[in-house]
């Protein structure tokens, strides 16, 4: 397991922009499969963005599509998601994940075997 941190969350008015950012430990991150799954009140987690090994091999969930971008920066051992046009019904809080056994494409929270501590994001409406 690899620890992750996130940052970047807060309060931002529907249309805005917030980047989140999650600093992961480990000198193998550049193998990691990564990403982002957000979970709503009263709501199950669920996935949102992922990356492969390759910062080229995307994936999204279709609420997002669009929307959001997620990118990786291998000599920061850093994962990025870049939201914009962010509704209200994207208030959640966020967590990064990183898969460090398969590297493949992952979109359940079983696929991922470290976990961030979260942060909140809120857009007001």
């Known amino acids: 397991q690899v620890q992750l941190v996130e940052s970047g969350g807060g309060l931002v008015q529907a249309g805005g922009s917030l980047r989140l950012s999650c600093a992961a430990s480990?000198?193998?991150?550049?193998?990691?499969?990564m990403g982002w799954f957000r979970q709503a009140p009263g709501k199950e987690r669920e996935f949102v963005a992922g990356?492969?090994?390759?910062?080229?091999?995307?994936y999204y969930a279709d609420s997002v599509k669009g929307r959001f971008t997620i990118s990786r920066d291998n000599a920061k051992n850093t994962v990025y998601l870049q939201m914009n046009s962010l509704k209200p019904e994207d208030t959640a809080v966020y967590y990064c994940?990183?898969?460090?056994?398969?590297?493949?494409?992952?979109?359940?929270?079983?696929?991922?075997?470290?976990w961030g501590q979260g942060t909140q994001v809120t857009v007001s409406s």
């Open positions: 994940a990183a898969d460090t056994i398969a590297g493949g494409i992952a979109t359940t929270q079983q696929e991922y075997d470290s």
């Open positions: 480990g000198r193998t991150f550049s193998t990691y499969a």
């Open positions: 990356i492969r090994w390759s910062p080229s091999n995307t």
